[in-house]
């Protein structure tokens, strides 16, 4: 199994700062990789996809780079609404298999 | 507006059975994937089964291969989930999740089940 994991588990940052997510994945994924977004009490949302990709009505604020195990979510200036829980998923095996990493806490300093 | 709205979640006691029910509107269900994948109070993401769009493919996770099983109506437009052999760990929050051709994420979710196994 593809194991992800996400630095920093909590990350504090000012709103209009930027934040810088990394995921790692424990052996080559491409760039089948997702990210999404997760706020107290709602269901995840997707935010990226192919790595880079944008889903539809995601700001341009939110890029997504990286190939291979290494992985990186920019928010290029943080708004209030942004603050929440961000998680990396791989699906290179995909199906049968894919897989979360542990997520990043985005909160305010 | 696609819309995805999960239901038939509770208090279950270990070793007892559940089936959760997921009901679609807004987009031709018969033509995606369908997916189950839960959260466990407090932590994070872990898929749990798919479908494909005719249910001629069906996947699962170790954790609940041979306890769950999937399955689809394209009639009803509904994904179910029948657990049987509940136990403490698989308490969460259960969420159905639309799996678009091509695999580009999993682009829209349900608002989720909570699934409570304890005696």
């Known amino acids: 199994e593809i194991v992800m994991t996400q630095s920093p588990a909590t990350l504090s940052v000012s709103p209009g700062e930027r934040a810088t997510l990394s995921c790692r994945a424990s052996?080559?994924?491409?760039?089948?990789l997702a990210w999404y977004q997760q706020k107290p009490g709602q269901a995840p949302r997707l935010l990226i996809y192919?790595?880079?990709t944008r889903a539809t009505g995601i700001p341009a604020r939110f890029s997504g780079s990286g190939s291979g195990t290494e992985f990186t979510l920019t928010i290029s200036s943080l708004q209030s609404e942004d603050f929440a829980v961000y998680y990396c998923?791989?699906?290179?095996?995909?199906?049968?298999?894919?897989?979360f990493g542990g997520g990043t806490k985005v909160e305010i300093k | 507006e696609v819309q995805l709205v999960e239901s038939g979640g509770g208090l279950v006691k270990p070793g007892g059975s559940l089936r959760l029910s997921c009901a679609a509107s807004?987009?031709?269900?018969?033509?995606?994937?369908m997916n189950w994948v839960r959260q466990a109070p407090g932590k994070g993401l872990e898929w749990v089964s798919s479908?494909?769009?005719?249910?001629?493919?069906?996947y699962y996770a170790d954790s609940v291969k041979g306890r769950f099983t999937i399955s689809r109506d394209n009639a009803k437009n509904s994904l179910y989930l029948q657990m049987n052999s509940l136990r403490a760990e698989d308490t969460a929050v259960y969420y159905c999740?639309?799996?678009?051709?091509?695999?580009?994420?999993?682009?829209?979710w349900g608002q989720g089940t909570l699934v409570t196994v304890s005696s």
């Open positions: 052996q080559s994924v491409s760039s089948n």
């Open positions: 479908i494909s769009s005719s249910s001629s493919y069906i």
């Open positions: 999740a639309r799996d678009p051709p091509g695999y580009k994420g999993f682009d829209y």
């Open positions: 192919g790595a880079s």
């Open positions: 807004g987009f031709t269900f018969s033509s995606y994937s």
């Open positions: 998923q791989q699906y290179n095996n995909w199906p049968p298999s894919l897989t």
